[in-house]
């Protein structure tokens, strides 16, 4: 998955990139996948201030920010299958411990989703999928 992000600042060690291109999995429908991978609800994104080709950013350049599908892959296995887990095992541990209720069973299943949640957000941050950063030529705003 690839878009285009124009570089707005650059501050200690670290490169604000906003999305100029909508990505092509079409992911968000308002804009592009950086506002997932940012994480911040935003289509801004923090990230290193080198390229790949270890030359500095400077704001006003365009770059193009890519990620391996096998890393889309992973990161929505680390997001969606903790909690979906948690939800299911839940609900059968619910149903096993309340002896077939339906309020316990959902109440011990939701438990189990929340924390699904919680484990799936503690590992996405702790493992975020990785980022490549290159020039984009020729465009506006690039030496």
């Known amino acids: 998955m690839e878009a285009t992000a124009r570089v707005m600042t650059v501050r200690d060690g670290r490169a604000r990139l906003a999305c100029e291109s909508r990505a092509p999995c079409g ?4 804009g592009c996948a950086l506002r997932w991978l940012g994480g911040s609800g935003s289509r801004s994104l923090d990230v290193p201030d080198r390229a790949d080709d270890l030359q500095l950013l400077r704001p006003g350049q365009f770059v193009t920010i ?21 939800l299911l095992a839940g609900a059968l541990l619910g149903r096993w411990l309340m002896g077939g209720g339906d309020a316990g069973t959902l109440l011990v299943g939701l438990s189990g989703a929340i924390a699904g949640w919680w484990i799936a957000r503690a590992w996405s941050k702790s493992s975020p999928p990785r980022i490549s950063i290159r020039h984009v030529a020729g465009a506006a705003g690039v030496d």
């Open 66 to 86: 890519a990620v391996r599908d096998g890393d889309v892959l992973r990161a929505a296995s680390q997001v969606y299958l903790p909690p979906v887990t948690g």
């Open 27 to 30: 992911a968000c429908g308002r």
